[in-house]
């Protein structure tokens, strides 16, 4: 069974840097695609990034593109979100997630994780 651990959450200023943690268990580490989802309150789940365990390749959603970076530590079954610059807009809880298969051609789509992690509350205050 896939597990899911995220890390690196917390309370930054507008402006600010914060590095995300997403620790895979339970599973080939070189099978999933891996990608991060946010949620603001009151608001849907929405796709910000993934990185595919095939090619290395990346999405990255149009509001965060520039500002943020994914990246994965295959020794240590790790991914990784370095946000920068960030802005208000960017509060949420960031969960991270499996994909069916090793790419991320679905990776906007709540519908092709297959597994989540708790989540990590990101606040970005003014």
């Known amino acids: 069974e896939v597990q899911l651990v995220e890390s690196g959450g917390g309370l930054v200023q507008a402006g600010g840097s914060l590095r995300l943690s997403c620790a895979l268990s339970?599973?080939?580490?070189?099978?999933?695609?891996i990608g991060w989802f946010r949620q603001a309150p009151g608001k849907e789940r929405l796709g910000v990034s993934c990185?595919?365990?095939?090619?290395?390749?990346?999405y990255y959603a149009d509001s965060v593109k520039g500002r943020f970076t994914i990246s994965r530590d295959n020794a240590k079954n790790t991914v990784y979100l370095q946000m920068n610059s960030l802005k208000p807009e960017d509060t949420a809880v960031y969960y991270c997630?499996?994909?069916?298969?090793?790419?991320?051609?679905?990776?906007?789509?709540?519908?092709?994780?297959?597994?989540w992690g708790q989540g990590t509350l990101v606040t970005v205050s003014s």
């Open positions: 990185i595919s365990s095939r090619d290395g390749s990346t």
């Open positions: 339970g599973a080939t580490f070189d099978d999933y695609a």
């Open positions: 997630a499996t994909f069916w298969g090793q790419d991320c051609t679905a990776a906007a789509e709540t519908d092709a994780v297959d597994a």
